[in-house]
């Protein structure tokens, strides 16, 4: 029987703010609980056989939030990469991170530095943070790279295919997700993995991120088990 269960589940985890709202409680407040979610949903995908798990967690539009927003994300990051290690020893959970990380202060690179590094051989799951991340940064970054290497002679032009492309992007060994899911009712990529979504099902969901759990997730995956996937080709 053809594996309906998705290797690589990309998430949107959107709608913090508003959850926080309608219960009438500052942003912030929303974005700790949406935080507590994604141990919640990453072994929930653990089990279901999932294998990657990517969370887009900070666009680099997101910058442009009130600064006091702003911080307090970056203090969640903080808190989450101190504790996220004990979940990885238990759950054999690989950490990542992708997006431009020189961008934020230093404290945060080398706690990022010291979580992959510590969870590098773990490999039930992998959970990428996407974290100062989009699309068009990081293929704009993968570009740079590129025609560097073009122009130090190490890479011919005439030979770069959508592989090498691939190969310059932040995690190319990750393959690309088979399921996205958007939570809290936008439907749209806001600048998340551009390259890597080309035949990914898309899945769109009201429910707020801090209310999203396994039971969420399932559906997602059930949902995506009926859908007939194609990849250009026919049936
Ligand atoms: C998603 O929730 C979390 C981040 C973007 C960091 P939002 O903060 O976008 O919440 P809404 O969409 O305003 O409700
Ligand atoms: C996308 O959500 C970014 C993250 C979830 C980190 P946003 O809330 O920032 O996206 P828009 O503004 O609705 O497109
Ligand atoms: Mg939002």
């Given at each position: ?13 959107d ?22 979610r994604?141990a919640?949903?990453?072994g ?19 910058w ?55 969870t ?24 740079k ?18 592989e ?15 399921l996205?899911?958007r ?16 035949y ?6 009201d ?15 059930e949902?995506?088990?009926?859908r ?8």
């Amino acid at each position: 029987m053809e594996n309906k269960i998705p290797t690589h589940v990309a998430i949107i985890m959107d709608g913090n703010g508003r959850w926080a709202r309608a219960r009438g409680m500052p942003r912030t407040y929303g974005h700790a609980e949406g935080a507590r979610r994604v141990a919640d949903v990453t072994g929930a995908a653990g089990e279901l056989g999932i294998k990657y798990v990517t969370v887009y967690a900070f666009s680099t539009e997101n910058w442009s939030r009130a600064e006091e927003e702003v911080g307090a994300l970056m203090k969640l990051f903080r808190s989450y990469l101190k504790t996220c290690t004990k979940d990885a020893d238990e759950n054999d959970m690989r950490i990542r991170v992708i997006g431009d990380r020189t961008r934020l202060d230093p404290d945060i690179q080398d706690a990022i530095s010291r979580v992959e590094e510590h969870t590098r051989s773990y490999s039930r799951v992998t959970l990428t943070l996407a974290i100062n991340y989009g699309g068009r940064d990081e293929l704009t970054r993968a570009v740079k790279k590129l025609a560097r290497d073009v122009r130090s002679g190490s890479l011919e032009c005439d030979e770069v295919t959508p592989e090498t492309i691939g190969s310059y992007l932040d995690a190319p060994d990750i393959p690309d997700p088979d399921l996205l899911i958007r939570t809290c009712g936008e439907q749209r990529i806001s600048n998340f993995l551009l390259w890597q979504l080309a035949y990914t099902e898309l899945y769109f969901t009201d429910v707020a991120w801090p209310d999203f759990g396994a039971a969420e997730l399932r559906e997602a995956v059930e949902a995506y088990g009926n859908r007939d996937r194609r990849f250009g080709g026919v049936k």
